[in-house]
DNA sequence: TTAAGGTTCCGCCATT
DNA sequence: GCAATGGCGGAACCTT
């Protein structure tokens, strides 16, 4: 169950506008809007929005119809601008008075890519924190000096009011603000869902096409890469909390803030993912992709296996390897 | 499949 | 007073 749940259903409205991008408010769609029952009756209620009236074109050819007005931002708990037409496109002045009346009121307002102009328009990122898509991050710092922009983060959160980088960045920020309402374990369902990291390391710099400053990444951060790249090496949690330079008791506390998880928990998954990956690719015996994926022996892998995935890995070699997936379907077709 | 020994994890509480 | 940290003990889980 998740470990802070809000007590009433979480209203969250997602202004669309014309000239908008399908992918913005598709994972706000996609995070916010799906039915998923095994959250809890307070799960998220997604209704859309505009500032326009009449049908709007978006990105990609297709026409939409929001749902309300500018009025129903005034029943919303969470308000999310997902992008903009343009970072020269003036907003409406109904759409940021609007805004800062939802700001006034408390309500949580997140920005997505370039939708971050639109709140420092309505002056919502005054002497704040706050960041957006890299490539126009000049544009913003110019048009907005009051805002302080962090052009390395994938996002910034401050409190009330969040921004996210650019496009996918977006996902992160979602995730994070799914982590902060329901926890993690909510934000990791989310995101295995949508097949995505449940917590990206690093922020923007690592896809800027310009030479930034090297941030220094916290030690779990590192640890994690570390331990994905030995994850035949026994690892125990007095070695990794040393490594970690932390205590056990606060490793364990840091890892499952960290990963929503707890290290066993953590290494089990990434050691199945790899022992299926060796599975798949049909190099080696069971007793060899045991070995190579950090189970100490065939009858541990076995157990794992078979707990989680609900076969066992002969047959998952045989369902998915490359080279015995058609001898297989062969098989299937015959008991056919 | 079973059993024994080892390890992990978390609540609790003291300390900083 | 509050938050972060660290140690302890015991139940649950894992490995062999």
């Not at 598709?26 to 959250?39: S, Y």
């Not at 996002?155 to 309402?181: C, E, F, P, W």
């Not at 794992?304 to 001898?327: K, L, N, T, Y």
């Amino acid at each position: 169950m998740p470990k802070s749940v809000p007590n009433s259903t979480h209203n969250v409205v997602a202004i669309v506008f014309d000239g908008m991008s399908t992918f913005e408010f598709g994972i706000v769609a996609e995070v916010f809007g799906l039915d998923r029952p095994e959250m809890g009756p307070n799960w998220y209620r997604l209704t859309t929005c505009a500032a326009e009236p009449g049908p709007l074109r978006v990105a990609g050819g297709l026409m939409a119809i929001a749902d309300h007005g500018l009025d129903c931002l005034s029943l919303a708990d969470t308000i999310i601008m997902p992008g903009w037409r343009g970072i020269g496109m003036l907003p409406p002045e109904p759409l940021l008075e609007a805004l800062r009346a939802a700001n006034e009121r408390g309500t949580r307002i997140v920005s997505l890519c370039i939708g971050a102009f639109v709140l420092a328009a309505a002056g919502l990122l005054d002497d704040r924190l706050a960041t957006t898509h890299w490539r126009c991050v000049d544009a913003f710092s110019a048009a907005f000096p009051a805002v302080r922009v962090d052009p390395d983060v994938l996002y910034v959160d401050q409190g009330s009011v969040m921004t996210s980088a650019g496009s996918a960045a977006g996902i992160d920020l979602l995730l994070h603000i799914v982590r902060k309402d329901f926890g993690p374990e909510a934000a990791n369902s989310v995101a295995r869902r949508m097949v995505v990291p449940a917590h990206r390391d690093g922020g923007q710099a690592q896809f800027i096409e310009r030479p930034v400053p090297q941030h220094p990444n916290g030690k779990l951060a590192f640890l994690l890469d570390t331990m994905r790249e030995q994850l035949d090496r026994p690892m125990t949690i007095a070695v990794l909390a040393q490594e970690a330079a932390m205590s056990e008791r606060t490793f364990l506390r840091r890892f499952r803030e960290m990963t929503g998880t707890t290290p066993a928990g953590w290494l089990l998954s990434a050691r199945l993912d790899r022992a299926k990956q060796l599975l798949e690719s049909g190099r080696g015996s069971i007793e060899d992709v045991a070995i190579t994926s950090g189970f100490g022996s065939a009858a541990t892998l076995r157990m794992h296996f078979r707990a989680v995935v609900g076969i066992s890995p002969r047959e998952h070699r045989m369902r998915f390897s490359h080279h015995e997936a058609m001898d297989f379907n062969l098989q299937m077709n015959d008991a056919a």
